[in-house]
């Protein structure tokens, strides 16, 4: 059993920064991939980056080359550095851990953007 809980959410100006953490409970952090996702009002939740044990990355199309996603697997913690912030990046972001055997999710964050 693995328990998330994402922090560093709030409000932006358009153009500035904001670095989400996810912090995991659990001895076996390490072993799962971690994943970010987004939800917009009134939209499905949609990937946002992933991050595996060894620290290989992958982003979607809308926010590479502005978010960084990395893991400290001693500090069993999660991050994405949003930077360059849109208007259109405004959503709930949650981590996810996943492995061969499940995924848990954590509460989600805030981010809003303004114009």
């Known amino acids: 059993q693995v328990q998330l809980v994402e922090s560093g959410g709030g409000l932006v100006q358009a153009g500035g920064s904001l670095r989400l953490s996810c912090a995991a409970s659990?001895?076996?952090?390490?072993?799962?991939?971690i994943n970010w996702f987004r939800q917009a009002p009134g939209k499905e939740r949609e990937f946002v980056a992933t991050?595996?044990?060894?620290?290989?990355?992958y982003y979607s199309a809308s926010v590479k080359d502005r978010f960084t996603i990395s893991r400290d697997n001693a500090k069993r913690t999660a991050y994405l550095q949003m930077n360059s912030l849109k208007p259109e990046d405004t959503a709930v972001y949650y981590c996810?851990?996943?492995?061969?055997?499940?995924?848990?999710w954590g509460q989600g964050t805030q981010v809003t953007v303004s114009s």
């Open positions: 659990g001895p076996t952090f390490s072993s799962y991939t």
């Open positions: 996810q851990a996943s492995s061969g055997v499940g995924s848990y």
């Open positions: 991050i595996g044990w060894s620290g290989s990355a």
